[in-house]
């Protein structure tokens, strides 16, 4: 069925969020040889509702078809397509201790629609390393090498202290996109998006939810008895 444009306009940001979740699970499922897939068999393998998968997917038109399901090669396509798949975006990373490191060296990036274009850091010890086949810059040069490469989305790995400076800068030369691995808040103006990833506060929340469990197998047990 051909989508209705219509129907992508103003997708909640709870249903893109999820967007990647189906993306993936379709691309495990097209690397199993499999053509189509129901509602049912998709939402789990993606870890949803098939309720909420089928009202997410509503919103990017209509693609599926009653009695076969989704084809998983054009849902997948299409999914790629909303999330901006379909071109390459440069990236800079700033900050390239051991998070840094990590995430330059990473090659999930290239696989999908990212290109790592520049490596900044303040660091004189790392400045001129090579890593990942790219020499790392000195953030004092932000500016120009984000307007020479036209980066899109600024990673920022840097400690708390500089976060904010570092994302202040690549706002002031047009970069609208930031992901932000720093342990702290960052003020943006309007238009411009934030995604905060904090290791320490998923591990806090997992941590959480551990204690939980461990409460209530204390309070399952039963009490023994006392002899007079």
Not at 130 to 146: C, K, N, P, T
């Amino acid at each position: 069925m051909i989508a209705d444009p219509a129907a992508r306009r103003d997708v909640p940001d709870a249903t893109v969020a999820r967007l990647p979740e189906y993306l993936r699970a379709l691309t495990d499922l097209a690397g199993r040889g499999v053509a189509s897939v129901s509602s049912e068999e998709l939402a789990t393998v993606a870890g949803v509702r098939s309720a909420k998968l089928r009202k997410d997917l509503s919103h990017l038109g209509s693609y599926g078809v009653r009695g076969v399901g989704y084809e998983v090669e054009v849902l997948a396509h299409e999914i790629s397509r909303q999330l901006g798949l379909a071109q390459n975006w440069p990236v800079a990373i700033v900050g390239l201790g051991y998070l840094g490191h990590a995430l330059a060296t990473y090659s999930g990036f290239a696989n999908r629609g990212y290109h790592v274009v520049a490596l900044l850091d303040r660091d004189p010890e790392i400045v001129g390393q090579e890593i990942a086949g790219m020499i790392v810059g000195s953030v004092d040069d932000l500016e120009q090498v984000v307007t020479g490469h036209g980066v899109a989305i600024g990673v920022i790995a840097t400690p708390a202290a500089s976060a904010q400076e570092v994302c202040d800068r690549f706002v002031a030369v047009g970069v609208r996109s930031v992901l932000n691995f720093a342990p702290c808040v960052l003020s943006v103006p309007q238009g411009v998006h934030v995604r905060k990833v904090d290791l320490a506060t998923e591990l806090q929340i997992l941590a959480f939810h551990e204690q939980r469990k461990t409460e209530s197998v204390r309070e399952s047990r039963p009490l023994l008895e006392v002899s007079p």
